[in-house]
């Protein structure tokens, strides 16, 4: 490909017949910070404020107690069983567990009504014979003492899993 006219290796030449490369520092990376403008410093800036805005909002009230009285963090069923559903919630919002063949991800909260909101569930799909994969239909669940009753899309319960840890 050929160069540009009044080039030497793709670089400008400066009105004085040199050419013009970044700045380098100490190490002799390039320093292209020091070409940038206070213009061009407060658009990226600006834009990197508007992203973990975006994100901040997204966040919700995950792990909160926004009801009250639910403390729902813990581990919920037998993790150590083949076969068996359990979830795991721990204090930041997030949700893992099994339905007893696929393994589930997702996020939680407590809404006004004291319920435990699932929110985001994934779950992989593997095809297990002879396992009731009831959890994987969970919507949202209550609690009582040490008893989480996991209700379905349409309200009703699905079944009930005994806290363990």
Do not use: K
């Not at 002879?130 to 919507?139: H, I, N, P, R, Y």
Request: charged fraction near 20%; charge should be negative; aromatic fraction near 4%.
């Amino acid at each position: 490909m050929p160069l540009p006219a009044g080039s030497c290796r793709g670089f400008p030449r400066e009105p004085d017949g040199g050419t013009s490369r970044p700045r380098r520092d100490a190490a002799g990376a390039p320093r292209y910070a020091a070409n940038m403008t206070s213009r061009h410093r407060l658009v990226i800036g600006m834009g990197v404020l508007a992203a973990a805005l975006a994100f901040t909002g997204c966040s919700g009230a995950e792990g909160e107690d926004t009801g009250g009285t639910v403390d729902p963090v813990g581990t919920w069923g037998d993790a150590t069983g083949e076969g068996s559903p359990y979830l795991e919630l721990d204090e930041g919002g997030d949700l893992s567990g099994s339905d007893g063949c696929n393994q589930l991800t997702g996020t939680w909260s407590v809404n006004e009504a004291d319920q435990v909101e699932f929110e985001n569930v994934a779950s992989t799909q593997m095809a297990c014979e002879g396992v009731d994969d009831w959890l994987s239909g969970m919507s949202v669940a209550d609690v009582a003492n040490d008893t989480m009753t996991v209700l379905g899309s349409d309200g009703s319960p699905i079944g009930t899993l005994e806290r363990s840890g």
